[in-house]
């Protein structure tokens, strides 16, 4: 019977969690750069380095935002009062483009809770972004027209540790 292998790095993928309640305490500078650090150190296809990251730290915009997107939808799905949102869009027309960002955002959510934060992968204001009231979105947030919105990074300090959600060992095939 294998057993798995430890060590930090493998430690930070199986403990991590998505975490849907934070507290208002700000990212230190070094937090943040250091986030943000890991993200642009992604790997990406043909090193095109197209994902762009733009970062929010203003809980009335991000206020605003929930409201417009998700209005009076029925749970609750988007950043959860997190007291910094990183934007992860990439070059429209990329074949790579939402390879790029995933894996940028997959490295900020590992390296967040190596550094004793939370934070939760966003999707569900994609349809918003990607529409036509996206654009202006976009301009708010820094972006150039031709980049589409991929997915978001809440993070922050927990105040709980998310639930466990168990995987499927079966979706692992062994071929001879
Ligand atoms: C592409 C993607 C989009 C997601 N979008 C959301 C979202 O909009 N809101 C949310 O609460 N969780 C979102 N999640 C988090 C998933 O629900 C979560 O990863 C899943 O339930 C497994 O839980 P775990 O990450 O704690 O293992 C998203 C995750 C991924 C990978």
Same mark, same amino acid.
């Given at each position: 019977? =294998?057993?798995? #292998?430890?060590?930090? /790095?493998?430690?930070?993928?199986?403990?991590?969690?998505? @975490?849907?309640?934070?507290?208002?305490?700000?990212?230190?500078?070094?937090?943040?750069? &250091?986030?943000? $650090?890991?993200?642009? !150190? =992604?790997?990406?296809?043909?090193?095109? $380095?197209?994902?762009?990251? %733009?970062?929010?730290?203003?809980?009335?915009?991000?206020?605003?935002?929930?409201?417009? =997107?998700?209005? *009076?939808? +029925?749970?609750?799905?988007?950043?959860?009062?997190?007291?910094?949102? #990183?934007?992860?869009?990439d070059? =429209?027309?990329?074949? !790579?483009? @939402?390879?790029?960002a %995933?894996?940028?955002?997959?490295?900020?959510? #590992?390296?967040?809770?190596?550094?004793?934060?939370?934070? #939760?992968?966003?999707?569900?204001?994609?349809d918003?972004?990607? %529409?036509?009231?996206?654009?202006? !979105?976009?301009?708010?947030?820094?972006? +150039?027209?031709?980049?589409?919105?991929?997915?978001?990074?809440? @993070?922050?300090?927990? &105040?709980? *540790?998310?639930? /466990?959600?168990?995987?499927?060992?079966?979706?692992? @095939?062994? /071929?001879?």
């Amino acid at each position: 019977m =294998a057993e798995l #292998i430890k060590n930090d /790095v493998i430690n930070a993928i199986m403990e991590r969690r998505s @975490v849907r309640g934070y507290t208002s305490e700000p990212l230190t500078e070094d937090e943040l750069y &250091t986030l943000l $650090q890991c993200g642009l !150190w =992604a790997p990406s296809g043909r090193n095109d $380095q197209t994902t762009m990251f %733009s970062v929010v730290q203003d809980d009335e915009l991000m206020q605003r935002l929930h409201n417009e =997107a998700l209005g *009076d939808a +029925p749970f609750k799905c988007f950043y959860y009062g997190a007291p910094c949102v #990183i934007f992860l869009f990439d070059k =429209a027309g990329n074949k !790579w483009s @939402v390879a790029n960002a %995933s894996l940028a955002i997959e490295n900020m959510h #590992i390296a967040a809770h190596s550094l004793g934060l939370a934070s #939760i992968i966003l999707g569900c204001i994609k349809d918003y972004m990607l %529409s036509e009231k996206g654009e202006e !979105w976009k301009k708010i947030l820094g972006i +150039p027209e031709d980049y589409d919105f991929v997915l978001a990074l809440a @993070v922050g300090h927990p &105040t709980d *540790d998310g639930k /466990v959600f168990p995987r499927d060992e079966k979706n692992i @095939v062994y /071929v001879k």
